[in-house]
């Protein structure tokens, strides 16, 4: 059964800081790796998906990469802002869209 | 309306309270899935639904029961609930789960804040 692990659990920082949120999974054999934002009570929003075959997708001020032998992706965000504070969660799809396995977050706090 | 639509987005119901949510995408999709995020744990897949026919049901117990009358429309309809059912419940739709597409971005709408007394 595939597990993934999202490490740190929260994560306080002042503005401008460089940070890297981690999120390791279990079962190497997936299809892509999706990275989402989620505000207090609201939905997710997808910031970035990179699929098995690729090792890194960019947008704007978040990078993220994907290391699938050893089960692990990061996600870079430069220069942080407050309005970068959310929480943050990656998800892996190990069945071609029909299986989404979440991790549990990491919960972002930018302070200006 | 662009996007993922959910409604009502908060509802309070009693445990013998018959209810249904409904979501609504305007992107062409054909894949549609409803989740259950409780608090302090991991947003749980519940149902996926792909051509309007039902693909995966995540051992969800029966008085959660969905329906899917056209790839642009899903319901979650809801009878005799625990307040442990007490969640949001997000729904999320994607292009479709045609056999060989590695590619299946999901859209998540703003999720249903449901409450059980």
């Known amino acids: 059964k595939q597990e993934v692990t999202q490490i740190p659990a929260a994560l306080s920082v002042p503005e401008g800081e460089n940070l890297v949120l981690n999120c390791s999974f279990t079962?190497?054999?997936?299809?892509?790796l999706q990275w989402f934002r989620q505000d207090p009570g609201k939905g997710l929003t997808s910031l970035l998906l990179?699929?098995?075959?690729?090792r890194e997708q960019t947008s704007g001020r978040l990078n993220a990469s994907l290391d699938k032998s050893s089960g692990r992706s990061t996600l870079y965000i430069a220069a942080s802002q407050p309005g970068d504070s959310a929480t943050y969660l990656c998800?892996?799809?190990?069945?071609?869209?029909?299986?989404?396995?979440f991790g549990g977050g990491t919960r972002l706090m930018v302070k200006p | 309306e662009t996007g993922v639509t959910q409604t009502p987005r908060h509802l309070v119901m009693g445990m013998t309270n018959k209810k249904s949510l409904k979501c609504e995408q305007h992107?062409?999709?054909?894949?549609m899935y409803w989740y259950k995020q409780s608090a302090k744990k991991p947003l749980e897949l519940m149902f996926v639904?792909?051509?309007?026919?039902?693909?995966e049901n995540n051992s969800v117990p029966s008085r959660f029961s969905p329906e899917c009358p056209n790839s642009s429309h899903l319901f979650l309809h809801l009878h005799t609930l625990q307040p442990e059912d007490s969640a949001l419940y997000l729904c999320?739709?994607?292009?479709?789960?045609?056999?060989?597409?590695?590619?299946?971005?999901?859209?998540f709408g703003p999720g249903t804040r449901l409450t059980v007394l």
């Open positions: 992107l062409g999709h054909n894949a």
């Open positions: 990179i699929q098995s075959s690729q």
């Open positions: 998800a892996v799809d190990h069945n071609a869209g029909n299986m989404l396995t």
């Open positions: 639904y792909n051509f309007k026919e039902q693909t």
């Open positions: 079962d190497s054999a997936i299809y892509n």
């Open positions: 999320a739709s994607s292009q479709d789960l045609t056999s060989g597409v590695s590619y299946n971005e999901q859209f």
